[in-house]
């Protein structure tokens, strides 16, 4: 599976944007999708995250009820709209895909067998 993100930039405090994360060499109709973010100095955190058949989706409590993750299965692709932006969200934004994820595994990063190249976000105050 290969994992291509876009959408990052640079915005004001309070402003929003979509990050699409297009799939390509997928094969089977199950798993997870997530994106994962890293602030420099900091490890690396769950965001957002969805099981691909059924749509269910978990969100860390930092982004909760500001961002949605969803799939378009058609195209393939996996977005994350983010709304209300914080300077605490900028962060390297990592989109990840688990073909034999569980529910159980959907923050995992270990739990990812693939990872796209990551898209920069810096939210300015």
């Known amino acids: 599976v290969q994992l291509q993100a876009s959408g990052g930039g640079l915005v004001q405090a309070g402003a929003s944007l979509r990050l699409s994360c297009a799939v390509s060499?997928?094969?089977?109709?199950?798993?997870?999708m997530a994106w994962f973010r890293q602030a420099p100095g900091k490890e690396r955190e769950f965001v957002a995250g969805l099981r691909w058949s059924g749509g269910s989706t978990a969100y860390a409590n930092s982004v909760k009820d500001r961002f949605t993750i969803s799939r378009d299965s058609a195209k393939i692709t996996v977005y994350l709209q983010m709304n209300s932006l914080k300077p605490e969200d900028t962060a390297n934004y990592y989109c990840a895909a688990a073909p034999r994820g569980i529910l159980s595994t959907l923050r995992i990063p270990s739990s990812y067998d693939s990872w796209g190249q990551g898209t920069q976000v810096t939210v300015s105050s």
């Open positions: 060499g997928r094969t089977g109709s199950g798993g997870n």
